[in-house]
């Protein structure tokens, strides 16, 4: 018969298990498992409670300014500390592939205040100031391992002189202004070139310089047209008027009647090539002269 | 009668409720252990393993998922006699199960086997309106039993329609559609005390738990323990438990008879304590490892070590032989035995066509009980052992679990019953709704 009281815990001389009643839950911990078992009661439990209890510490935490102050002055104290650590410093600016001039203008333009910390740095916008320079085609900045920060620039190489109305400049080979130029004589080996639009038609002048190679010393200069097509200037005052197109072809031609008959040795003063299928040539007075003479002379007049 | 049904119907909504949850607890409440299985239903296309017919033949739509036996206290005869012990078992039986299957329960289906079940055969008769037979007509039919006066002590807990005959043609399972112009039918009611059942209520509600169905343990073990075959052509089931034999009679599917012998295995048990001077426990102890129903010349010189802890010599070295054992046993299992056939006569059993019997329950383990039995209950006797469930662990597969599974497939696919059927139209509170409504139909 079961005890109608709970019996008194008496242990039994045996073990440690008491005697009479069998263990079973208690009321309590038997709900408190089946509560613990609602999935909706576990999640809350589990996620819920905990995420609650750090945001709603967090926002005690925060909600007093000078804490939040204190906070936000640690965090730029250590930013700073870590920003300005030697291995971060900048301490050399180095530039190489410049002349000496660009490479004094290229520092004055940076303008940086060394040393720095190469987390204020940014390389893109210091790039593009370096190569807003018209003498220079690229440049590459990068940091060097010992606080180097070093520009490498590309300058532009001038291949043509050209004289317009503001003076003389010096022009690279895709026709970009590289500077401007004092005198003709500071760049004795550089061709020259004159007119309106010459910019858009450097690599053009380049080629038709380089076809009247076999002319070379007595090549003056060119001439750009109505920016449209180029006059070759020789000295004595003559002149070779070039076609729009095929410009270097025409040259060419004309430099092969020139090899075959010595044509621009002679009393000329204007080869008109703008036609091509009708080549013109402009006599100097003197052989006009002298030519009616001849033909006079023939006709025996 | 009315409210019997509203319970009834609510525990069946209770069912469906925990069905369309996917969980449900059983607990069968016996004399010497609580057995809680925790099933979950996914449905039947969940455990099917590939083409074909499934396991089980569809019968498996669910799974045990956790499952917990634990020694019963406070039951004696398949009743409750201390109801805090039995609270106290069933929680802890519930929480082991549930923790195995970390789900937690709210439904559960209970059996007992005590509180003296009473077989009723009812029959009823109607003659039908329009020659057909529709639902409506069933369930007039089934309110038309003459249900006899069991007392108002008692409560019903199966009535199960087992036979429908429309005019003289009778072994009808479903006589719906079928034209005649009267439809009979014989019930079988099963009724048990109400305080039992008052008392088990109880304790489940202490337990925090909702009831989703009541079932007489004869009969699930029945369920489970009898195959197929012999549910249609005819078999007694006898659950030898702790506490009671449950008794129920299968024909053409249906339990047709239940009853219960109020001897079992833990008389046993105290016939040995008291023989052999030993306490309980030791006595379960020698019953269930040298236990046996039949002496052989081999017994008489296999002593058993009864023991003792009194601290005397003499009394702590005692030996009994195995044939002395079998003779305190074997007078009442043959007891025991001798009831069932009592009762099965009682019921005229003889007169069904098969007279098969199927012992199980745990004291079907003993050795030799096979041959007592066929002699006391006829030649047609064998042991049986629960369906396989998916789940179930291997140690809940025993025959002493047959009253368990047969609840969980009595929780899977419950037979109709009286109260599955719709409350006939002239007994419905609102019948003057649907009056209106036929008149208006009638009418218009």
Request: proline share 5%.
């Given at each position: 018969m079961q005890p109608v009281k709970p019996e008194p815990r008496v242990y039994s001389r045996k073990g440690a298990r008491p005697s009479g009643r069998d263990p079973a839950p208690s009321r309590w911990s038997y709900r408190m498992h089946r509560m613990w078992l609602t999935p909706a009661y576990r999640r809350m439990l589990r996620v819920g409670l905990p995420g609650l209890l750090v945001a709603g510490l967090a926002l005690w935490f925060l909600s007093d300014k000078a804490r939040v102050e204190d906070i936000t002055t640690w965090v730029d104290e250590t930013k700073r500390a870590v920003e300005e650590r030697p291995e971060f410093m900048i301490k050399v600016l180095s530039i190489e592939g410049a002349s000496p001039e660009l490479a004094d203008a290229v520092r004055e333009q940076l303008a940086l205040r060394l040393p720095l910390s190469s987390f204020d740095i940014e390389l893109e916008p210091m790039r593009q100031n370096v190569e807003s320079f018209n003498a220079v085609a690229s440049a590459r900045m990068r940091i060097k391992p010992g606080g180097v920060l070093v520009v490498e620039i590309v300058e532009r190489q001038p291949a043509v002189l050209w004289r317009h109305v503001g003076g003389l400049s010096l022009l690279d080979a895709e026709g970009n202004l590289v500077a401007g130029a004092a005198a003709r004589t500071d760049w004795p080996d550089l061709p020259l070139v004159a007119g309106q639009g010459v910019e858009q038609a450097v690599p053009e002048a380049l080629a038709l310089i380089a076809a009247a190679a076999p002319l070379a010393g007595r090549l003056r200069g060119l001439m750009r047209v109505g920016e449209r097509r180029w006059d070759v200037i020789l000295d004595r005052g003559q002149r070779i008027q070039l076609p729009e197109k095929n410009a270097v072809a025409a040259l060419e031609r004309l430099i092969a009647l020139d090899q075959a008959r010595d044509m621009l040795d002679r009393e000329i003063t204007v080869v008109d090539f703008r036609n091509p299928l009708r080549p013109t040539v402009r006599l100097t007075s003197y052989g006009v002269e002298e030519i009616q003479k001849i033909r006079d002379f023939e006709f025996g007049r | 009668m009315t409210d019997l049904y509203q319970t009834q119907r609510s525990m069946r909504r209770m069912r469906n409720q925990a069905m369309d949850r996917g969980v449900i607890a059983i607990l069968d409440v016996g004399t010497s252990k609580i057995a809680c299985l925790v099933l979950r239903f996914d449905g039947p296309e969940k455990f099917r393993g590939g083409e074909g017919v499934g396991s089980l033949a569809g019968q498996?739509?669910?799974?045990?998922?956790g499952a917990a036996t634990t020694r019963s206290r406070g039951v004696a005869f398949g009743e409750i006699a201390a109801m805090r012990e039995t609270e106290r078992a069933i929680r802890t039986a519930v929480q082991a199960a549930q923790k195995m299957a970390n789900v937690r329960v709210d439904h559960v289906i209970v059996s007992f086997s005590g509180a003296r079940p009473r077989s009723y055969g009812l029959d009823g008769r109607i003659d039908l309106a329009d020659s057909t037979v529709r639902d409506d007509d069933v369930a007039r039919v089934l309110s038309s039993c003459l249900v006899?006066?069991?007392?108002?002590?008692r409560e019903v807990l199966h009535a199960h329609p087992v036979n429908f005959a429309i005019d003289h043609r009778s072994g009808l399972n479903d006589p719906r559609g079928q034209m005649g112009n009267s439809l009979s039918v014989d019930m079988h009611l099963l009724t048990v005390d109400m305080q039992a059942i008052q008392n088990l209520l109880y304790c489940i509600k202490r337990c925090d738990l909702e009831l989703a169905g009541l079932a007489s343990s004869a009969y699930v073990s029945g369920i489970s323990a009898l195959v197929e075959d012999e549910q249609e052509l005819g078999a007694a089931c006898v659950?030898?438990?702790?506490g009671s034999a449950g008794i129920s009679v299968f024909i053409k599917k249906h339990m047709i008879y239940a009853d219960s012998v109020r001897i079992g295995g833990e008389h046993i048990t105290q016939d040995i304590s008291k023989g052999l001077q030993v306490p309980l426990n030791v006595a379960e102890r020698i019953k269930t490892f040298y236990g046996g129903v039949t002496a052989t010349g081999i017994d008489d010189r296999?002593?058993?070590?009864?023991?003792?802890?009194?601290?005397?010599w003499e009394h702590d070295r005692r030996k009994v032989s195995r044939a002395e054992l079998i003779g305190i046993m074997r007078p009442r299992v043959e007891e025991i035995l001798e009831d069932v056939r009592a009762r099965l006569d009682a019921a005229g059993?003889?007169?069904?066509?098969a007279q098969q019997i199927v012992l199980t329950g745990g004291c079907s383990q003993t050795p030799g009980l096979d041959g007592l039995a066929s002699r006391i209950l006829g030649q047609q006797v064998r042991l049986g052992r629960p369906l396989r469930v998916q789940g179930l662990p291997q140690a809940a597969t025993?025959?002493?679990f047959s009253g368990s599974v047969g609840l969980c497939l009595f929780a899977a696919n419950p037979q109709d019953e009286w109260w599955d059927f719709d409350i006939p139209a002239d007994r419905y509170p609102a019948r003057s709704l649907k009056r209106a409504v036929k008149w208006f139909r009638d009418n218009w």
């Amino acid at each position: 018969m079961q005890p109608v009281k709970p019996e008194p815990r008496v242990y039994s001389r045996k073990g440690a298990r008491p005697s009479g009643r069998d263990p079973a839950p208690s009321r309590w911990s038997y709900r408190m498992h089946r509560m613990w078992l609602t999935p909706a009661y576990r999640r809350m439990l589990r996620v819920g409670l905990p995420g609650l209890l750090v945001a709603g510490l967090a926002l005690w935490f925060l909600s007093d300014k000078a804490r939040v102050e204190d906070i936000t002055t640690w965090v730029d104290e250590t930013k700073r500390a870590v920003e300005e650590r030697p291995e971060f410093m900048i301490k050399v600016l180095s530039i190489e592939g410049a002349s000496p001039e660009l490479a004094d203008a290229v520092r004055e333009q940076l303008a940086l205040r060394l040393p720095l910390s190469s987390f204020d740095i940014e390389l893109e916008p210091m790039r593009q100031n370096v190569e807003s320079f018209n003498a220079v085609a690229s440049a590459r900045m990068r940091i060097k391992p010992g606080g180097v920060l070093v520009v490498e620039i590309v300058e532009r190489q001038p291949a043509v002189l050209w004289r317009h109305v503001g003076g003389l400049s010096l022009l690279d080979a895709e026709g970009n202004l590289v500077a401007g130029a004092a005198a003709r004589t500071d760049w004795p080996d550089l061709p020259l070139v004159a007119g309106q639009g010459v910019e858009q038609a450097v690599p053009e002048a380049l080629a038709l310089i380089a076809a009247a190679a076999p002319l070379a010393g007595r090549l003056r200069g060119l001439m750009r047209v109505g920016e449209r097509r180029w006059d070759v200037i020789l000295d004595r005052g003559q002149r070779i008027q070039l076609p729009e197109k095929n410009a270097v072809a025409a040259l060419e031609r004309l430099i092969a009647l020139d090899q075959a008959r010595d044509m621009l040795d002679r009393e000329i003063t204007v080869v008109d090539f703008r036609n091509p299928l009708r080549p013109t040539v402009r006599l100097t007075s003197y052989g006009v002269e002298e030519i009616q003479k001849i033909r006079d002379f023939e006709f025996g007049r | 009668m009315t409210d019997l049904y509203q319970t009834q119907r609510s525990m069946r909504r209770m069912r469906n409720q925990a069905m369309d949850r996917g969980v449900i607890a059983i607990l069968d409440v016996g004399t010497s252990k609580i057995a809680c299985l925790v099933l979950r239903f996914d449905g039947p296309e969940k455990f099917r393993g590939g083409e074909g017919v499934g396991s089980l033949a569809g019968q498996s739509s669910f799974r045990v998922i956790g499952a917990a036996t634990t020694r019963s206290r406070g039951v004696a005869f398949g009743e409750i006699a201390a109801m805090r012990e039995t609270e106290r078992a069933i929680r802890t039986a519930v929480q082991a199960a549930q923790k195995m299957a970390n789900v937690r329960v709210d439904h559960v289906i209970v059996s007992f086997s005590g509180a003296r079940p009473r077989s009723y055969g009812l029959d009823g008769r109607i003659d039908l309106a329009d020659s057909t037979v529709r639902d409506d007509d069933v369930a007039r039919v089934l309110s038309s039993c003459l249900v006899p006066d069991f007392g108002s002590d008692r409560e019903v807990l199966h009535a199960h329609p087992v036979n429908f005959a429309i005019d003289h043609r009778s072994g009808l399972n479903d006589p719906r559609g079928q034209m005649g112009n009267s439809l009979s039918v014989d019930m079988h009611l099963l009724t048990v005390d109400m305080q039992a059942i008052q008392n088990l209520l109880y304790c489940i509600k202490r337990c925090d738990l909702e009831l989703a169905g009541l079932a007489s343990s004869a009969y699930v073990s029945g369920i489970s323990a009898l195959v197929e075959d012999e549910q249609e052509l005819g078999a007694a089931c006898v659950d030898l438990g702790g506490g009671s034999a449950g008794i129920s009679v299968f024909i053409k599917k249906h339990m047709i008879y239940a009853d219960s012998v109020r001897i079992g295995g833990e008389h046993i048990t105290q016939d040995i304590s008291k023989g052999l001077q030993v306490p309980l426990n030791v006595a379960e102890r020698i019953k269930t490892f040298y236990g046996g129903v039949t002496a052989t010349g081999i017994d008489d010189r296999e002593m058993i070590e009864i023991g003792g802890d009194t601290g005397d010599w003499e009394h702590d070295r005692r030996k009994v032989s195995r044939a002395e054992l079998i003779g305190i046993m074997r007078p009442r299992v043959e007891e025991i035995l001798e009831d069932v056939r009592a009762r099965l006569d009682a019921a005229g059993f003889d007169h069904l066509p098969a007279q098969q019997i199927v012992l199980t329950g745990g004291c079907s383990q003993t050795p030799g009980l096979d041959g007592l039995a066929s002699r006391i209950l006829g030649q047609q006797v064998r042991l049986g052992r629960p369906l396989r469930v998916q789940g179930l662990p291997q140690a809940a597969t025993g025959p002493a679990f047959s009253g368990s599974v047969g609840l969980c497939l009595f929780a899977a696919n419950p037979q109709d019953e009286w109260w599955d059927f719709d409350i006939p139209a002239d007994r419905y509170p609102a019948r003057s709704l649907k009056r209106a409504v036929k008149w208006f139909r009638d009418n218009w």
